[in-house]
């Protein structure tokens, strides 16, 4: 038997199915290839399009972190500043400016949110410790006896004394009464000096 008998034996349409099949196949892959091939540049633009805004957002979300936490810390730093203030003023501290500065930077916010300050003895609470501070620096508070030195005394009046009348001032006046005059005039200039 020859070859062109063999070939007469197979099945018919066998192999021409076989062939049309790998055929339809390859033209499909071509196919495919080629769309793939054509959209993968818009794809490729779209990503990279895409990439940069969803980094140009990680980065607004990064400042606007930052900038709450700043935010945060200059509300608690002015609240801490205030309840200092408020209490050294009802400890009756004259000169509150001068003590906060010296005990702004040992009082400090605890964990359970509370302020206290740092000591050697240990963490107190602030009502505690600046109420050691003011007793431990008296010169805070307002002084007690007014007087001391370089205290000016209360201007004394003269017995029988009257306000003077102007347009009693005249020339000719008498020498008691023009020294009545001048003691007056003196008396209001050191008021008005003193800023009484």
Partial sequence: MDQSQQEDRRVPGAAPAEEVKGMIRSVIEEFVTTERRQTEPAY?????????????????????????????????????????RAELQRLGVAKVDLAFRIVKDDVTRG???TLQARTAEGDRGLREYLSD???????????RIAG????VSPPKNVTGAQGIDLERIHPGMSREELQRVREQISQVAMQSLRGE
């Avoid at 501070?133 to 002084?143: C, G, I, T």
């Avoid at 001391?148 to 205290?151: E, H, I, V």
């Fill in 148 to 151: 001391g030195s370089g205290a």
């Fill in 44 to 84: 490729k633009a779209e990503l990279v399009e895409e990439r940069r805004r969803r980094e140009q957002l990680e980065r607004r979300v990064n400042e606007l972190v930052e900038e709450n936490k700043r935010s945060r810390q200059a509300a608690e730093e002015s609240d801490r500043h205030s309840q200092i």
């Fill in 133 to 143: 501070f003011v007793q431990a620096n008296p010169e805070f508070l307002p002084a």
């Fill in 111 to 113: 964990a359970e949110g």
